[in-house]
Nanobody
């Protein structure tokens, strides 16, 4: 059974860093595009970043570009989201999602593009 599990969230002060992990089981993550999304209270779920199966040309939402970095470790069947210079407006539940056929270079993915989702991890940026 295909499963995604996010981890690494927590409480951090503004300007701090966190690294989120998205671990896959039941399938080989290497062959899937992986997206990170976030959802703040009362807001729509929005795309943060996406990386193709080949790992090239990841894309980022303008609000996180230059601060967040997505990467994948196929040997560990895991995708990461390194988040630096965190701001209070980054506070949200962060979700990872996978899709076997999506190609997301130069394309901001939508929630409907992904067929499999994790349950999310809470990130709170506050002093």
């Amino acid at each position: 059974q295909l499963q995604l599990v996010e981890s690494g969230g927590g409480l951090v002060q503004p300007g701090g860093s966190l690294r989120l992990s998205c671990a896959a089981s039941g399938f080989t993550l290497e062959y899937y595009a992986i997206g990170w999304f976030r959802q703040a209270p009362g807001k729509e779920r929005e795309a943060v970043s996406c990386i193709n199966s080949g790992g090239r040309s990841p894309n980022y939402a303008s609000s996180v570009k230059g601060r967040f970095t997505i990467s994948r470790d196929n040997a560990k069947n895991t995708v990461y989201l390194q988040m630096n210079s965190l701001k209070p407006e980054d506070t949200a539940v962060y979700y990872c999602a996978a899709d076997r056929y999506l190609y997301c270079s130069g394309y901001v993915p939508k929630r409907a593009d992904f067929g499999s989702w994790g349950r999310g991890t809470q990130v709170t940026v506050s002093s």
